[in-house]
């Protein structure tokens, strides 16, 4: 009885072990989209994860993989019971991760591999960008570069990854599920005002956001905004302790290093922190300063605290707007010319721009076969601005400076500064960086000053602006949304988004975020393509101009409602 007990289990085995080897011998060539479940517990972290099942081929494994890089727990727990042994102890992924399409596939590299226990895996999909070490966005689109070696355990056991990659990967879902973006405040002195940095910090635990966001701040700008900013927490500035919340749920934010701070920079320095943390914290904010409050006699902060920052730079309510229709400026108020030789046909106006504060024009004029520049009162004569050529983007003015920027012949960025004499006199733009994309179409100042989008190539493209007086440069260009965003002609700021206009007929008119990371269409009902031009400012409606006229909406589902004083070939602008 005992021989035949031992002769069945040892049948049992054998047929177990050939059920394996089948599974073995017949992976599958390429995976599709699975998500898989599973126990490990990972090294050092208490945290209990699943384990994929131990007939997982190795395609599914490296899916499952990628898909629990972003899985809630400590030191990439989940992500580590994909590895073998070695791997779960000695992986120690860098910062940076990879955001990859949400649809991508697994397929088997054809290299020959000298251990048939061994197989390596390409990652095939699209990288649509990057999060880097100071947590900021960086667009990107291009084909997956990731291989992944995997290994049978033993004779009859598991796949798992060895040598995994060293940086991370996640899908674009899991990303925006695990990732919240917040604009991380800087000051620019130019325009005296904080201008937002999109950063993104890990959701979970939410108790953890202002903690996570001050590291940000207190890091600096991304490399975006370098130079164009001032980070006013940098050394010797740190946080003393954790940040924390008290039993009356106010949050303190402990610093030191501030010894001779003055107190017109300590008051900077809270709007900072509070403009920055209101994204993740409607608590109050006590503001330490190695014990003692920031700002004396005002512990504690909340958002209503703080002063009008950059009001200079906001529209009036009077000013609703101009366009330029038949080489005339024009109101969009009244559709009535505006006073003067840019309304009544005395210059032959190509485009045009109005100061923030409206009292001032700017007009590239057609003369001969080229074009010039007029700068001076609205409403009164225009004196030439000493530059001219074949082409001009429509002007923009630079906020804070007065200054008045274009771009002449697609591939020279002049900026007009006034003198003490009230002459306007060029000066020059270090633009290398960015017209090494190609020739420039349009140019628009962020209401910030910080930045640029400019269109080249029927593309969209952001730029820091960096430097003061006789030094400026446009630095860091950044290309938005490559793949989907193509044969743009216009854009324009609305906040710190971007509003653009396009050839396209299925989304003439977009909405992008500054970094590129998320592009929505608006609704594109009664517009006539092409669309050819775009206004855009906070707190104001969107016009566009179509073959029809001129059109406006407020937010992206909104059907597009014909301006109350639409006019056919007109190209509007809001000051700036």
């Known amino acids: 009885m005992k021989h035949q007990a031992f002769r069945a289990s040892r049948l049992l085995l054998t047929a177990l072990c050939f059920v394996l080897l089948a599974g073995c011998a017949n992976v599958p060539l390429e995976s599709q989209p699975v998500v898989v479940p599973g126990e490990r517990q990972g090294p050092g972290t208490g945290d209990v994860v699943p384990d994929p099942p131990p007939d997982t081929d190795p395609l599914t494994l490296v899916r499952g993989f990628i898909r629990a890089t972003l899985k809630p727990g400590a030191n990439y727990a989940a992500a580590r019971a994909y590895l073998d042994e070695q791997g779960r102890a000695d992986w120690r992924p860098s910062r940076s991760l990879t955001i990859i399409q949400d649809t991508f596939g697994t397929v088997y590299d054809t290299s020959p591999q000298p251990d048939p226990n061994t197989q390596v895996v390409n990652v095939r999909g699209v990288d649509v960008g990057t999060l880097d070490q100071h947590n900021a966005f960086v667009p990107d689109y291009t084909s997956a570069a990731l291989q992944v070696k995997v290994r049978k355990q033993g004779k009859d056991g598991p796949w798992r990854i060895v040598d995994p990659p060293s940086d991370l990967y996640a899908t674009e879902s899991d990303f925006s599920e695990n990732y919240t973006p917040v604009p991380v405040s800087f000051y620019s002195d130019t325009a005296a005002t904080f201008v937002p940095d999109r950063r993104y910090v890990v959701a979970k635990p939410q108790s953890g956001l202002p903690g996570r966001v001050m590291d940000l701040l207190v890091s600096g700008p991304s490399p975006s905004l370098a130079g164009a900013v001032r980070n006013l927490l940098g050394e010797p500035i740190e946080i003393d302790t954790n940040v924390k919340s008290l039993d009356d749920g106010t949050l303190v934010v402990p610093l030191t290093g501030l010894t001779g701070v003055p107190d017109d920079v300590r008051k900077l320095i809270a709007a900072q922190i509070v403009l920055s943390l209101q994204y993740v914290t409607s608590a109050r904010i006590r503001i330490l300063a190695d014990g003692a409050p920031l700002v004396a006699n005002h512990p504690d902060w909340r958002p209503n605290d703080l002063p009008a920052y950059g009001a200079a730079l906001s529209l009036k309510l009077e000013l609703q707007g101009l366009a330029t229709v038949d080489g005339r400026v024009r109101s969009l108020t009244d559709g009535a010319p505006v006073p003067g030789p840019a309304g009544n046909g005395g210059y032959d106006v190509v485009s045009a721009a109005q100061s923030i504060d409206g009292k001032r024009l700017a007009v590239v004029e057609r003369s001969g076969g080229g074009v010039r520049l007029r700068i001076g009162d609205l409403g009164h004569d225009l004196p030439l601005g000493n530059l001219s050529g074949s082409t001009m983007t429509r002007p923009t003015w630079r906020p804070g400076t007065g200054e008045v920027w274009t771009v002449t012949d697609q591939f020279t960025v002049g900026r007009m500064v006034m003198g003490p004499n009230g002459q306007w006199t060029p000066l020059h733009v270090n633009a290398t960086d960015l017209i090494q994309q190609g020739g420039i179409t349009e140019l628009r100042f962020s209401r910030d000053g910080a930045r640029v989008a400019a269109v080249i190539k029927g593309q969209l493209w952001v730029a820091a602006v960096v430097g003061a007086d006789d030094s400026v440069s446009l630095r860091e260009p950044r290309h938005l949304q490559p793949h989907d965003l193509e044969e743009v002609v216009d854009a324009d700021w609305i906040g710190q988004d971007l509003v653009a206009v396009t050839k396209s007929m299925s989304q003439p008119v977009v ?15 009664n517009l006539t393509t092409p669309v050819h031009g775009v206004t855009a400012a906070p ?38």
């Open 539 to 576: 707190d104001r409606p969107i016009v566009v101009a179509d073959a029809n006229g001129l059109w406006t909406a407020s937010v992206l589902g909104e059907v597009w409602r014909p301006h109350a004083h639409s006019m056919k070939e007109a190209d509007p602008f809001y000051p700036g």
């Open 511 to 525: 909405k992008v975020t500054v970094d590129g990371q998320r592009l929505d269409a608006f609704n594109s009902s």
